[in-house]
């Protein structure tokens, strides 16, 4: 069951008995559990039938004694378990015929007029274990997956649509490169970014940048289309820009983005598919940015490339203080790499 249908279930008041949030994005768990929490009881029937617990601070019988409670005045109570990942699980109905395991049994006979939710954030519940499976078999299991890179440009387009905006694809790409993909930090910077933007308004650079603090004109898609261009002057105007602001821009970063950069452009060279949405399948980009590519593989041929990303490399090493021999000041070293890329 995806996040959509899930939450449309719980408005229908389609409610089970069990729900197990896990996953290594916390994202859509913390969603989900906040939805629960804020729409599934009255505020007159929160005091007595609503019931928080922490992992780290709670034991499995506690739990369990209070999902074997029925409401109070309620047709249903609900009790939250966070950070369920540091809950002592037990041993998964391996116990001894004395003492059966109690969780487990309590999976596969749950009451109904409980909502159980434990969310198992940044990681993922085993799902070789019989609780588990007996989850499975009587409520619901989420899975929260991480979100690759090159996926994070469309979530943004689609957060911002769903919220009645629009957004630039140059902008939703420059977001997704310098906030990564931790869809908790990136949608707190879109929410911020909407409060001071007119609703319906399509989102530009210009708004990145006086919003959330990413330079419009000095950030690492700048670097890579001067590159491609074999731009030294711009080139080195964007590197000293960094070299004054390394908070903003951690060479671990513009390093990282362009070993992407060139590693994307050693695929165009060896695509089969030469069409702009081949390409752009192909690249994991979107067919606005493939025209930028296509430039670039005509700056730089493939032996080119390998040499750029070995460069790459032995740059890391020395930040790192690897190899390193006199000056490691890092504006210098990106300038010395900027140097050996263009020429």
């Not at 074997?68 to 109570?77: F, L, T, V």
């Not at 116990?95 to 434990?118: G, H, M, Q, R």
Request: glycine content about 4%; aromatic content about 12%.
């Amino acid at each position: 069951m995806d996040f959509k249908d899930l939450i449309k279930n719980i408005k229908n008041r389609q409610f089970k008995p069990i729900y197990l949030l896990h996953g290594e994005e916390s994202y859509y768990i913390d969603k989900i559990s906040d939805f629960i929490e804020e729409n599934v009881l009255s505020d007159a029937e929160k005091g007595f039938n609503q019931s928080v617990f922490y992992g780290k601070d709670s034991d499995i019988m506690s739990i369990l004694n209070a999902a074997k409670r029925y409401p109070m005045m309620s047709e249903y109570q609900v009790i939250l378990v966070k950070e369920a990942q540091e809950l002592k699980w037990g041993k998964d109905g391996e116990d001894d015929k004395k003492a059966p395991d109690p969780l487990l049994a309590y999976f596969e006979n749950p009451l109904p007029s409980t909502i159980l939710v434990f969310c198992f954030r940044h990681a993922k519940f085993d799902k070789r274990k019989k609780t588990y499976k007996a989850i499975e078999k009587t409520g619901v299991v989420f899975e929260s997956a991480s979100l690759n890179d090159n996926k994070i440009s469309a979530w943004i387009e689609s957060f911002v649509r769903d919220k009645g905006y629009k957004i630039q694809a140059q902008a939703s790409a420059l977001m997704a490169e310098y906030l990564g993909n931790d869809l908790s930090k990136v949608s707190n910077e879109l929410e911020k970014l909407m409060l001071n933007v007119k609703a319906g308004q399509e989102i530009n650079t210009t708004d990145i940048q006086n919003n959330i603090g990413i330079s419009k004109d000095y950030n690492v898609f700048e670097l890579q289309h001067a590159i491609s261009r074999k731009d030294a002057y711009k080139a080195n105007q964007i590197i000293n820009y960094f070299a004054e602001n390394p908070k903003n821009n951690p060479i671990f970063l513009v390093l990282g983005n362009l070993n992407s950069y060139f590693s994307k452009i050693l695929r165009f060279h060896y695509a089969t598919d030469r069409s702009p949405q081949g390409l752009a399948k192909e690249l994991g980009v979107g067919p606005y940015f493939v025209k930028d590519y296509e430039q670039a593989a005509r700056a730089y041929n493939k032996e080119k490339v390998f040499r750029i990303i070995s460069y790459l490399r032995e740059c890391d090493l020395k930040v790192k203080g690897v190899d390193a021999s006199g000056n490691t000041e890092q504006g210098d070293l990106m300038k010395e790499l900027l140097f050996k890329i263009i020429h």
